[in-house]
């Protein structure tokens, strides 16, 4: 069983940078991919940014050029460096793994939030 902590969240104003971590408990080598998520209050949960365990990444379109995901297997972390941020990026973020890499998210953080504000 993996737990996975995020931390980093804050308040911030637009055209800022914040940097996400999500520390593991257990060793992260054995899932497939890591991401982060937010979900914006009355909104679905939707993926940010996603990186496999050799390293390829994907990212939503609305983040892309702003958000950068990296991957730690050695120190059991993932960070998120999100520049330029907009009003719109303000969300609770959510750290997620999954293990075989087929869309099902085995393990979840309790989230951090971020707020940018105008």
């Known amino acids: 069983q993996v737990q996975l902590v995020e931390s980093g969240g804050g308040l911030v104003q637009a055209g800022g940078s914040l940097r996400l971590s999500c520390r593991a408990s257990?060793?992260?080598?054995?899932?497939?991919?890591m991401g982060w998520y937010r979900q914006a209050l009355g909104k679905q949960r939707e993926l940010v940014a996603a990186?496999?365990?050799?390293?390829?990444?994907n990212y939503a379109d609305s983040v892309k050029g702003r958000f950068t995901i990296s991957r730690d297997n050695v120190k059991k972390m993932v960070s998120l460096q999100m520049n330029s941020l907009k009003p719109e990026d303000t969300a609770v973020y959510y750290c997620g793994g999954d293990v075989a890499g087929r869309g099902k998210i085995d393990y979840w953080g309790q989230g951090t939030q971020v707020t940018v504000s105008s």
């Open positions: 990186i496999t365990s050799g390293g390829s990444t």
């Open positions: 257990g060793s992260i080598f054995s899932i497939t991919v």
